[in-house]
């Protein structure tokens, strides 16, 4: 039995966001997204130290090498000056100085920066993948090789492909019967 109360605009407002609420609550309580959470924000907290670790440890090191002159991150090299480009006084000393006036520049410095963080990160995430592996005695890293059938990339620990559901010990291959 429906009455006016049920159907009064406040009450549909109410029961919309107690909806929405509960909606929201069951997504963002959820096992798998409270770890996810987690995980970006120690995810955060790693790549701020291995940004320190590239930048203040590894990147004035690799400086001091005899044919890097200055910051790595510094280096560049003009591709097209600017209308502003005065060769006779060494033409830009940073790379804001040719952006500012509209030179093209090849950054190098940047990109060397950039692939000695990519493999600073790769290097640690490997080494925490091992101590995980060596502490818990569960690989995070499996090898793999290729099913027979479907040709999907699988555990080579796998009996059966989870992709075509073969088995991989060779039985289905034995279970067919020869033709007459």
Partial sequence: ???????????LVVGGVKTA???????????????????LVVSSSFTAVVNSLVSDILLPIVSILPFLDRNIESKFAVLRP?????????GY???????????????????IT??????????????????????SHDSIITKTTRCGYCRKY???????????????DGREGAAIPPSL
């Avoid at 039995?1 to 009450?11: A, E, F, G, L, Y």
């Avoid at 804001?96 to 950054?107: F, H, I, K, N, P």
Wanted: hydrophobic content about 45%; some cysteine.
């Fill in 1 to 11: 039995m429906s009455t006016v109360w049920d159907s009064s605009p406040h009450n």
């Fill in 21 to 39: 609420w509960d909606g929201f609550k069951d997504f963002a309580l959820r096992d798998n997204v409270l770890e996810v959470a987690v995980a």
């Fill in 82 to 90: 600017g209308p502003h480009y005065n060769a006779t006084i060494n």
């Fill in 93 to 111: 000393n940073t790379i804001e100085q040719a952006a500012d006036d509209g030179a093209v520049t090849l950054s190098y410095g940047l990109f």
């Fill in 114 to 135: 950039h692939v000695i963080h990519f493999f600073a990160v790769a290097f640690a995430l490997y080494t925490i993948a091992q101590v995980y592996s060596k502490v």
């Fill in 154 to 168: 699988i555990s080579m620990k796998a009996k059966r492909c989870a992709f075509c559901t073969s088995w991989q």
